[in-house]
């Protein structure tokens, strides 16, 4: 069964930086875009990085832009997105998902599969 796993999660502070993982299985893991997508209490899932089968090409939110990398090991059948800088409005449950379309892209109908999430909770 396909499963997606995120883990990497935390409690820290405004400028810190936490790297979470995507741990995947059940699928081929280069046959696919992978992408990350956060929501908070009360607002709309939000797309906030995706990447290509074999980590060529990246699309990521603005919002994120330069302070998030994410980035992909197939053969460990892992995706990961680094946070650095991060500030209280990234506070969210982080999930990863698998894309369904040939080209990236941050809709959040082109996943077809999500993990559970992981929560990251940046606070003073």
């Known amino acids: 069964q396909v499963q997606l796993v995120e883990s990497g999660g935390g409690l820290v502070q405004p400028g810190d930086s936490l790297r979470l993982s995507c741990a995947a299985s059940?699928?081929?893991?280069?046959?696919?875009?992978i992408g990350w997508f956060r929501q908070a209490p009360g607002k709309e899932r939000e797309g906030v990085s995706c990447?290509?089968?074999?980590?060529?090409?990246?699309y990521s939110a603005d919002s994120v832009k330069g302070r998030f990398t994410i980035s992909r090991a197939n053969a460990k059948n892992t995706v990961y997105l680094q946070l650095n800088r991060l500030k209280t409005e990234d506070t969210a449950i982080y999930y990863c998902?698998?894309?369904?379309?040939?080209?990236?892209?941050?809709?959040?109908?082109?996943?077809?599969?999500w993990g559970q999430g992981t929560q990251v909770n940046v606070s003073s």
């Open positions: 998902a698998r894309h369904w379309r040939p080209r990236c892209t941050l809709s959040a109908g082109d996943y077809d599969y």
């Open positions: 990447i290509s089968r074999y980590g060529g090409m990246t």
């Open positions: 059940g699928f081929t893991l280069e046959d696919y875009n």
